[in-house]
């Protein structure tokens, strides 16, 4: 379990909020760009061969691998959305020869290699990378699982489709597939697994969870953290999938007291009505 204490000791240290100790064999950077969009830079200890995911803003990424002694392989592209893909083509003049990777259905700019679900890619000697279709946002939404072949546990980079506390607008899909996407793929993840997503949204995500259970304490609990970090500027990412199915509206939906709040017994008519609420929510 992966609570907020843990989340605290992972990054107290201002001078490394950039950098996100994962495993010995594998370790993973934040870097925030725009405005509240983060990409990832994730590296294979024993190669130095790293991977970015949504390198919006190729620069800081390349600046990122060069101060951590690392060589940018890959591109792992979430979805077509220009604040995730924006930066593809950009990279591939900077990195010559660079695969770029995205959805098949996706239309992700600067694509090179088209991913179906359940393909897999490896990064150095000991990174695997699982391609999973995550659609709703977009159709073609790709979340990448990412395990070291020689450790225990793993990461997954949910880009739009889940964020720490919520989920991305159903934009392309139904309430369906999101339901699928964040209770069904992400939700069988191993609990412990790290969730990395696109954007700095969790303070708000979590305001809004509160007004729809009140009572839950682990929501409470976890935006006081949030916060906390926030007012130091100290990112809230990454999440686990078990804080997510105690914290998250959106993946608790399968609970029948959640179902009940809103007069359904179906999952998916009361994932449907929380987004329905979220998008007018204005706290």
């Known amino acids: 379990m992966c609570d907020i204490p843990i989340h605290r000791r992972q ?5 490394k909020t950039k950098r996100s100790k994962f495993k010995k064999k594998m370790k993973i950077f934040h870097i925030p760009c725009l405005e509240d969009n983060y990409a990832y830079l994730i590296v294979d200890e024993k190669t ?11 620069e800081k990424v390349l600046k990122t691998a060069e101060d951590v002694g690392a060589s940018l392989k890959l591109v792992l592209t979430t979805h077509h959305h220009w604040d995730h893909a924006g930066g593809n083509e950009k990279m591939k003049q900077l990195v010559p020869g660079i695969k770029v990777y995205g959805g098949s259905i996706d239309n992700v700019k600067g694509c090179t290699d088209k991913l179906e679900n359940g393909d897999k890619l490896s990064l ?4 695997s990378i699982l391609s999973l279709h995550t659609p709703c946002h977009t159709q073609g939404h790709i979340s990448y699982c990412v395990t070291s072949k020689e450790e225990d546990g793993s990461a997954v980079f949910t880009g739009d489709t889940l964020f720490v506390a919520g989920c991305g607008k159903f934009f392309e899909g139904t309430a369906d597939q999101m339901y699928q996407s964040l209770c069904v793929t992400l939700g069988s993840l191993p609990k412990p697994t790290q969730v990395y997503c696109g954007h700095e949204y969790t303070e708000k995500n979590l305001r809004f969870a509160l007004t729809v259970e009140p009572e839950n304490q682990k929501i409470a609990q976890k ?7 926030r007012q130091t500027n100290l990112p809230t990412i990454p999440s686990t999938i078990e804080s ?3 914290t998250n509206p959106f993946m608790r939906v399968d ?3 959640l179902q009940a709040k809103f007069g359904y ?3 998916v008519e009361t994932i449907a ?3 329905k609420l979220k998008d007018n929510w204005r706290g």
């Open 48 to 58: 130095r061969e790293a991977a970015a995911v949504d390198p919006v803003e190729p």
């Open 11 to 15: 990054i107290q240290n201002p001078r």
């Open 265 to 267: 017994n179906s999952p």
């Open 223 to 229: 935006l006081a953290w949030a916060q906390h970090q």
């Open 273 to 275: 009505e929380i987004r």
């Open 124 to 127: 150095g000697s000991d990174v």
């Open 244 to 246: 997510e199915l105690e």
């Open 255 to 257: 609970l029948p007291e």
